[in-house]
C-alpha cells in the first residue's frame, strides 16, 4: 500500500506537491475530509495531467479523514474501510511518505493544540491489548451482528473440546432459579449422560399424551426423571425442548443453540437505569435533558413485559416479571412526578419508574435538577443507594441490568460488576461526534459541557458491557465515508489528559443492532379512519391555525396552505432555527407553505437551560428580522403523545410534511413517527435518519449545513405535488411501509430477549468475563474518572 502510494506520488511528483502545497495553504492545522477533496477537486480541474482515476494517490484522498498539518509534514488519518484506519505523514517539500503510528498521529494533534504540553508521553488508554484472545469480527457487514458471529465461533469452540463445553451447558442448566424454586433440571442430574437418559426417558413417557397436556398433569413424573418446570406449558412445547437439547447434545449448531437458549427462564427482572434529566409519563417531553430516551425507555418497558410474559407463560411458569425504571428523584419537579419515589408505568401490570436522590459529598439530598452535563460527581454514590433500593425491592438482584446514555451505562457498569449480573449499554447519543472536535479542544469546552468526564466514562461503559444496543449500523462504524459514534472512540486525544489509541472496536460482537420503534398505539396511519381521534382535531385547529396563543408567538395568515412541521428540544444540536432561517431566507418557501414549530418555550424567563435560552433569543431574533409572525407559528408546549400522534395525521391530511434539521441526530424517533403517521419527511443525513429514510424514495435526506439546498429540496418536494398530485401520497406511503418493516418495538422486546439471554449464557460458560479488562477498567476509573468528576463538585 505504502510502497504503491511512493510510487504514484514520485510518478505524479508535481500534482502531489501542488495539492500538498494546497492543503497547507488552506491556513488550518486540522482540515476534514469534505474540504480536502474539494481542494483535491480543484486542482484536477485546472491541471494537465491529474492523475488517473483509480491510482494510489487518488484513492488516498477518497479515503483519507482528515489531515493535520504541521509543517513540513502533511499527518494524514486514513480510512480505507469500515472501522479500519491506518497513518501516514507526507513531508510537502521532499515528497517522503512515512506510516506513523495511531499515537505518533495523535501527538502531532496534541503538539498543534497544546504547543508546550504537560507530557512528551501522556496516559495512553488501549483496550486493544486485552483483546488478543477474544474473538473479533473481520468484515465490516458483520459489524452489529454481534450475536450471530459469537454463536457461530463460540459454538464450535465450546463443543469441540471433548465434552468440556457441554458439561458447562449442563451446568448452566441447574443454575435456574426463581424464588428459591428451581427450574429446568434438579440434582438428580448428575451429568451429561443422566441428562441424555432422562431425556429419552421423559420422551418416552410424554409420548402417550396429548400435545395440549398442561404441565401440571406430567410435572410429577417429569420430577422424578429430574426435570423441574421451565421446559415448557404443555406438553406439545416440553416435547420441543427436549429435542432441542437434545439435538444440542447431539450435534451442537449455533442456530439450535439460540433457539434453545431463547426458550430458557432467564430473566425474571430486569434494571433499566437512567439517571438524568426529568423522567415521567407526563409534562416531561421537551424539557432539558427529556427526550427519546424517555419515549423510548417507557416503550421499551412496556414491550420487554409483554414478551417476558409471553415467554414465561410458554414455558408453564406462572411469575410476574419484574422491570424497574430507575432515575433520578428531583425534588424541584417543577409540576412533573418526579420528586416521586415511585410510580407505576401505564400499560404494564407490574413495571415501575423508581427514583432515587443524588446526594451532595455531605449527604444531603441535590433538590434541583442539574444538566446531564454536570451530573459526574454524583454518580457513584447514586450507585451505592440504588443498589440497596433494588435489592430491597426485588429481595435480591436483577437478572439484567440495562444502562441508558453515558450516565446510565456508567452506574450500570458500576452496578453489574459488583451485582454480578449481565449488563447491556444503550447511548441513544454520544456527545463527541455532536461536537466538532469535542475531544481535540475539550479544554475549551470543559466549563460548559465536562465532556472530559463524559468521555471517560463512555470509554468505560463501553468496554465493560457484555453487550451493546445500537439503533443503526451507522451509529457503531458510520457509512463509507462517514465515521460511526462508536467508530469515534477508537483513536482520539484530550490533550495534557490523555490518549486513546484503541478505546474500542467495533468489530468487537458485543454490538448488536436492535432498532426501537414508534408506539404503534399511538403513532400510526393517517389513513387509519377507524383509529383517529377526531375529538382532538378542534383542539389541533385551534393550536396552529387559531389567533394568538398564550404560549406561542406567530398567527398562520394563510391556513389553507400545506405545513412544514418541526417538533424537537430546543438544543442547538437540534437546529431548529436553522430551519427557521432557511424558510425565513427562502421567498418560494414562505409562498408555498406555512412553517409549525413546536420547542422550548417562547417566554425564556421560563427556561433554566443555557443553551435553550440562547435558542429561544436567536428564535425571537428571526422573527423580527424576517418577519415572520403571518407564517410562521412557533408554540412553546409540551404536548402529550395522543395528542403530538393525532398531531402528525393531522398535518398529513392538509398535505404536509415533516423537516428534521439537526446538525446531528443519533437516530431521531420523531423521523419514525412522522413516517409511519405518514408524513413526508425531511430529515438530516448527519446520524441515524441517513439509515431510517431511502433519499427519494420513503422521504429526503438534507443537509443542515446547505440550508439554501435543503430549502430548494423541499421546494421542489411542493412543485412536483402541485404538478403530481400522487407525488406526496407515493412518498407517504412508501415511508409508513419503511417504519413498518424495520422499526416495531414487537421485533425490539423479541431480539433484547434472546440477546439478554444468549450474553448471560456465553458469560457463564466462557471466560467472557474479561476480568483483566474489568481490572483496567476499575483502574481508570479510579484514577482518571473519580478526580475529574471530584473537580466538578468544587
Ligand atoms: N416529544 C414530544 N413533545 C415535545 C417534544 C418531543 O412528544 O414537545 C417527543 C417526540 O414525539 C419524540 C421524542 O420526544 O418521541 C423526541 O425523541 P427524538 O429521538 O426525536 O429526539 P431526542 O429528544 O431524544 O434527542
Ligand atoms: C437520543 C437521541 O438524541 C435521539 O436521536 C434518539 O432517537 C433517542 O435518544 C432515543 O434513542
Redesign the pocket.
Known sequence: MLESLCNDITTHREFSYLLLRRFQGMGRAFVLRSDLQDEYQALAAEHPEPPPEHSPLVQLVEDVQEAVIAAPWVCLSVRPRVGRWWYLRIHADELAVEPLTVGEFLAFKEHLVSPRRLHDKPLEFDIGAFQRNFPSMRESRSIGRGLEFLNRKLSSQLFDRDGVGLHKLFLFLREHRSNGRQLMINDRLRDVDTLRSAIRAAEKRLRTHSHDTPWADVAHALQDLGLEPGWGKDVGRVLESLRLLSDLLEAPSPETLERFLARIPMIFSMLILSPHGFFGQANV??LPDT??????ILDQVRALEREMHRRLEEQGLDIQPRILVMTRLIPEARGTTCDQPEEAISGTQNAKILRVPFRNRDGEVVSQWISRFEIWPYLERYADDVETRVKAELGGRPDLIVGNYSDGNLVATLLSARMQVTQCNIA??LEKTKYLYSDLYWKDNEDQYHFSCQFTADLIAMNAADFIITSTYQEIAGTDHAIGQYESYDAFTLPDLYRVVKGVDVFDPRFNIVSPG?DAEVYFSYQDTERRIRGLHEELEEMLFGGPHPEGRGVLADPDKPVIFT???L?RI?NITGLVSWYANSPELREQANLVV??GYVDGSRSSDREEQEQIGHMHHLFDEHGLDGQVRWLG?????VL?GELYRFIADRKGVFV?PALF???????I?AMVSGLPTFATLYGGPLEIIEHGRSGYHIDPNHGDEAARTLMAFFQRCAEDPNHWARISEAGMRRVEARYTWQRYAERMMTLSRIYGFWKYVTNLERAETRRYLEMFHALQYRPLAARLEG
Open positions: 417531553l421537551g427526550g427519546g430516551q424517555v419515549v423510548y441513544h447519543a414508534a417538533m424537537a428540544r438544543d437540534k413546536i420547542a408546549v409540551r404536548l402529550d403523545k403530538s428534521q441526530e443519533a437516530f431521531g424517533l420523531t423521523v413517527e
